[in-house]
């Protein structure tokens, strides 16, 4: 009964999500492709919006952190030293009945196909990184799509050496898109073949990681409250040796509790010096850090928090997501932080056939509109229910010009959250709304 609710929940939070414009099906028209998914306009906004939160946050409110933007496509050398062609594969078996493919480990016990009761094949590797060729015809060179941003920023360590002269402990940050052949996207946005990253390496001494450690992984949980997740359904979780990527001495995950399950969130790993030895004995390039006083070469060992972009939207929405009655009546609404909300105001014409309110609305609209970024201007249905479709989408308030505006000048402001009403002044409106958002 529980998995049938978590489900239900999990085909609301999906229709929502295509139905008000988060989140579409990639090259829908065609089909779709599995593990792929477009970000319509509000899903877009809120992306960009947590974007630039996690920016501001970790690099233009740090003086330790340098951003920078690398190539989604790097040379096989790269993925050669990182060990990744050897190592990032999962366990992959076929059905010799219907030739469909599954992760083993995501195959209940049986040796039986979950999808025709066939018998599955021998258990094999399969890579998932994805492979292009550099250059024309069968003679280019190999590359490979990014599996993960790490490696951009380790092969710009001497860059950043060089160019920012930082001194240790620093990090290098970006914010960019990773590829994965996975084997079964499944779960909407958890588990797709194209993704978001926001992630930094933070270069520290050897002797000082689990100080730098604890930092991070208390940052990393104010982060999740400032965001908008539900505090109370993520939990830390230790990841045994035997379960820990390749290069990671510690591993912490973040996990929230999505509606098909207790899954990873953000990752918090503690990398070593795997990365940077590991370039510098493939390229013949020193990585090695200077202390500008003592004058000791060193190769630092590294502190990795990631975060994934779409895991993040994923749970803002599953957090925010309500149903209740108001009124009388069943609606849905996303309790949105306002500091993320894709929209911020929604500005309305009680009635869309008198030209004086229109004309009113529109002049408040503009009004807002120069001082508050996204607002939105409806006058499309009656405003019970224009109400409900910006309660549907997460905006915290709603301005209603109607026939006393005309007398005194002044608006009604509707609560998402409660549906409570009250009078605005028109000159008051741009505060009320700053001290909001």
């Known amino acids: 009964m529980k998995k049938e609710k978590e489900n239900k929940l999990m085909e609301k939070i999906v229709s929502l999500a295509k139905r008000r414009g988060f989140v579409f099906a990639g090259s829908e028209i065609y089909g779709g492709a599995s593990g792929f998914f477009d970000l319509g306009p509000l899903g877009a906004q809120l992306a960009y919006t947590i974007k630039d939160m996690w920016w501001k946050r970790f690099v233009e409110h740090r003086g330790d952190i340098y951003g920078i933007a690398t190539s989604v496509i790097m040379p096989e050398k790269v993925w050669e030293a990182s060990g990744h062609l050897s190592g990032f594969s999962d366990p992959l078996v076929k059905c010799e009945k219907c030739g469909e493919r599954f992760r083993a ?75 994965r052949n996975e084997i079964a996207p499944r779960d909407f946005l958890f588990r797709v073949r194209e993704f978001e990253i926001m992630e930094f390496e933070y270069f520290v001494r050897e002797d000082e990681w689990e100080k730098h450690f604890a930092y ?58 795997h990365d940077l030895r590991s370039h510098q004995e493939a390229s013949g390039v020193s990585l090695s850090y200077e202390d500008p006083q003592t004058k000791e070469k060193f190769i630092p060992h590294v502190i990795e928090p990631s975060f994934g972009v779409g895991r993040t939207l994923l749970a803002v929405l599953c957090s925010a997501y309500r149903e209740d009655k108001l009124d009388g009546e069943p609606r849905v609404y996303l309790a949105l932080s306002p500091r993320i909300a894709p929209i911020k105001a929604a500005v309305f014409p009680l009635l869309k056939n008198k030209p004086e309110l229109v004309g009113k609305a529109r002049a408040v609209y503009e009004m807002i509109q120069k001082e508050v970024p996204h607002v939105l201007f409806d006058d499309n249905g009656n405003i019970g229910k224009r109400y409900r ?13 109607d026939f006393t505006t005309l007398e005194d000048d002044t608006v009604t402001f509707r609560d998402r959250d409660t549906g409570e009403q009250r009078r605005v002044a028109v000159s008051g409106i741009i505060q009320e709304l700053s001290e909001l958002v």
């Open 389 to 401: 479709r910006q309660d549907e989408i997460g905006t915290p308030v709603c301005v209603t010009i």
């Open 216 to 273: 991070w992984q208390s940052e990393m949980k104010a982060w999740i409250a400032d965001v908008g997740i539900a505090q109370e359904k993520v939990h830390e979780v230790e990841v045994p040796e035997s379960e820990r990527a390749h290069y990671s001495k510690r591993t912490v995950d973040f996990e929230f509790e999505y509606p098909f399950g207790q899954k990873e969130l953000y990752g918090l790993a503690y990398r070593g010096e």
């Open 105 to 179: 480990d995501h195959v209940p016990e049986g040796n039986k196909c979950p999808e025709c009761g066939g018998v599955l094949g021998k258990e094999e590797q399969f890579n998932l990184m994805f492979p292009v060729t550099l250059g024309a015809g069968s003679e280019g060179a190999a590359g490979h799509l990014r599996g993960e941003l790490a490696q951009g920023m380790f092969v710009n360590f001497k860059n950043i050496l060089d160019t920012m002269r930082p001194r240790l402990p620093f990090g290098i940050a970006q914010i960019g898109k990773a590829f």
